[in-house]
């Protein structure tokens, strides 16, 4: 059974930071891409982050790039997106995801796998 478990969401004050992590089981991810999406009540959810298997690829959104870093373990089947300078507006559940190599990074359709999300609360 293939598992995404997301770990290291939280509160924090404006400004701070949080790394989270996504650990996969189940299976290799070998030619996977991975990404972090995002989804705010009331709101569609939304792409954060991208990173391919090599990790020579990646992409931001842009209300995140330079604040956000992706990064993934290959050996340790781990994703993990290393969040700074956080704002309130970055309140969201947190989701990450796997996709084949060359499906739609921008799709939440072209993601096979799902976490269950974990929670960032971000107060003012």
């Known amino acids: 059974q293939v598992q995404l478990v997301e770990s290291g969401g939280g509160l924090v004050q404006a400004g701070g930071s949080l790394r989270l992590s996504c650990a996969a089981s189940?299976?290799?991810?070998?030619?996977?891409?991975m990404g972090w999406f995002r989804q705010a009540p009331g709101k569609e959810r939304e792409i954060v982050a991208d990173?391919?298997?090599?990790?020579?690829?990646?992409y931001y959104a842009a209300s995140v790039r330079g604040r956000f870093t992706i990064s993934r373990d290959n050996a340790k089947n781990t994703m993990y997106l290393q969040m700074w300078s956080l704002k309130p507006e970055d309140s969201a559940i947190y989701y990450c995801?796997?996709?084949?190599?060359?499906?739609?990074?921008?799709?939440?359709?072209?993601?096979?796998?799902w976490g269950q999300g974990t929670q960032v609360t971000v107060s003012s």
């Open positions: 995801a796997a996709r084949p190599a060359g499906s739609n990074r921008f799709q939440t359709a072209g993601y096979e796998y």
């Open positions: 189940g299976r290799t991810f070998s030619s996977y891409a």
């Open positions: 990173i391919s298997w090599s990790r020579g690829d990646t």
